[in-house]
């Protein structure tokens, strides 16, 4: 029962290392676009699943204890509370953290460059093209890639 209190490591340690495994994540997840995080299929669950637990052994090292457990998940909430609270007051950093919509169509015309950049399947503009009620890229005003991942599409009036 001690061990449930006792830690392996200075409490210190535990918030470095969140620190460090918080900060690498956000920039892979950020590296990895819009599309990897803001639309979930079931292997980027996946994706999800074995990130937790490829950084599991940084972050926990050799603790079992429950106090240790609790000391990195009040560091990791509060690290998101901290980048969530800064980013809404500092527009370079919410830009840089958040992204920025990408524009996919404009006017009729598809910009196949964009899409591969974003690695937006034409699949997917297609469905977002059919669900705001378009026949075809020549009905499309203004399609986005949102920073949520989401494809929005304008069609132009008919």
Not at 64 to 75: F, Q, V
Not at 76 to 84: E, K, Q, R
Request: hydrophobic share 50%.
């Amino acid at each position: 029962m001690s061990d449930l209190f006792e830690l392996g490591m200075p409490w210190f340690e535990f918030v470095l290392r969140a620190t460090a495994v918080y900060v690498v994540v956000l920039l892979l997840t950020r590296l990895s676009g819009k599309r990897s995080i803001g639309q979930s299929a079931p292997f980027d669950m996946l994706v999800i699943v074995l990130l937790g637990t490829a950084v599991q052994n940084s972050l926990i090292g050799e603790d079992t204890s429950l106090l240790g457990g609790l000391i990195l998940a009040a560091t990791l909430l509060g690290l998101n509370w901290l980048v969530g609270y800064v980013t809404a007051r500092n527009r370079r950093l919410h830009r840089w953290v958040e992204g920025a919509p990408v524009v996919l169509v404009r006017n009729g015309k598809v910009f196949w460059d964009q899409l591969r950049r974003c690695n937006v399947a034409p699949e997917d503009l297609d469905v977002a093209m059919r669900k705001a009620g378009c026949d075809g890229h020549h009905q499309i005003e203004l399609a986005m890639l949102e920073t949520s991942g989401e494809i929005t599409v304008d069609a132009e009036d008919r």
